[in-house]
């Protein structure tokens, strides 16, 4: 049963557009980092809309443990401590069955 | 330049399991009657992680206009007022470049 795991950011007012921009790389480069990842795609809100959150991420896996694998990998969760908890004000999550 | 959009809910803790059933048959119906949407994909959350929200959904445009094309789409717009509106909490959105 593959899975799509979606991560939506609210960003700090006050965070470096280089900040970002180096969350998004460091988040992108996970895929060549953990096998369990299928598809990758995340990205900065490209401003086509008003009131939009900040960022999202999208990732598939074939199923809901290889997603685990994923969550707990220690490459994500260094990711995670270094490049999006200091510039992240609020995150919202769902995994959806593909 | 092809374009992500992303919505992501929560639904109000007393809608019906159908009422959420029905929005996520009436949403992925769109992708037959919006040529512009490329893909389409989404569902209610799985369970799988704590503090999740409730519900997404992914859908690729070929370009921004083919995206606002479709968020004007009368059909998108009915689909929202009569089975999003009535039971959603809250709603957040990320459109991102491909």
Redesign the interface.
Known sequence: MA??H?V?LKLKQDAAEEDKLRMVRELSSLKDVIPEIKSF??????G??E??????L?ADFAS?ED??AY?THPAHVAVIQEFIKPIVLSR???????
Chains 1, 2 share one sequence.
């Open positions: 899975v799509r979606v939506m795609h995340c990205g900065l809100d490209a086509l809309a009131g939009n959150h900040d960022f999202v999208t809901p997603y685990k969550a919202s999550a769902v995994q959806f069955t593909l």
